[in-house]
């Protein structure tokens, strides 16, 4: 049996229609949208509305930690624009998600990541695409639990929630072979991002849940250049799949 896991897609359909090659299932563990390519700034629904030189900018207050700073900025360009912010990027994201979903093999198990709008997913995936958030699936054999979603941050990205409901997922889903999240269980090595030098947010419930039902893997995403890609938590071994929308290759799990 194998199974490919992606995840942190941001918009790479191309590589994404052939990720499932030579594999029993696919795994996707969230970020199918691409608001803004920090390493392209020219790239994503940010510079599709408002240019790169922009896209520069706020990539400049976002780095330096300016969230305050970079919220004013981007208010005064919606003024600007004179639309409405919420429909125009909900109608890119259709765009994307139209792309991206088609582009999933069958069959495809995913969860959502913290730039996703769960809200649309429904509306997209096709018969064989399963989406999961707080639940388990068997695949070959192995029970696998997909916890979706990140934690809130200054970053205000789209789909964060509270600590207690992203642990109460956690919990929901119980004892399983592989604990499939978007983010990283709260160790540092694992969530210190050595390009944007800063810690992303990991998760204590799975830490928690790692040690106490020891899992064999505990698969993510979300840090794009983490400080250590793999490393065993007691018995389980914990791994950041890589950065799909640069990689454009799956890790590959196999039994």
């Not at 594999?23 to 390493?39: E, K, N, S």
């Not at 495809?108 to 997209?124: I, S």
């Not at 989406?131 to 934690?151: A, C, H, K, Y």
Request: with cysteine.
């Amino acid at each position: 049996m194998r199974v490919n896991v992606v995840s942190d897609v941001h918009g790479n359909a191309k590589d994404l229609a052939i990720a499932g090659d030579g594999a029993d299932a696919l795994i996707c563990l969230g970020d199918l949208v691409l608001f803004l390519d920090y390493a392209d700034h020219s790239r994503g629904i940010f510079p599709d509305l408002f240019g790169v030189e922009n896209a520069d900018r706020i990539v400049e207050l976002r780095s330096a930690r300016r969230f305050d700073e970079a919220r004013e900025f981007g208010r005064g360009l919606w003024a600007e624009l004179g639309i409405d912010n919420e429909t125009a990027i909900e109608a890119a994201v259709r765009r994307q998600y139209a792309e991206l979903f088609a582009a999933f093999p069958t069959p495809t198990y995913a969860t959502y990541g913290n730039v996703d709008m769960p809200a649309l997913w429904h509306e997209y995936a096709r018969p064989g695409t399963t989406v999961l958030d707080g639940e388990r699936v068997e695949i070959g054999g192995r029970v696998f639990g997909f916890v979706g979603g990140g934690l809130r941050t200054p970053m205000r990205t789209p789909y964060e929630i509270s600590d207690e409901e992203y642990a109460a997922k956690v919990e929901a889903i119980g004892e399983v072979d592989v604990l499939c999240s978007h983010i990283p269980p709260d160790v540092p090595e694992l969530t210190y991002d050595t390009v944007a030098r800063r810690f992303e947010r990991g998760s204590r419930a799975l830490l928690d849940a790692i040690r106490r039902t020891r899992p064999r893997y505990s698969l993510f995403g979300h840090v794009h250049q983490p400080l250590v890609r793999r490393m065993r938590v007691g018995a389980t071994e914990c791994v950041n799949v890589g950065h799909f929308a640069a990689r454009g290759r799956p890790w590959s799990l196999s039994w």
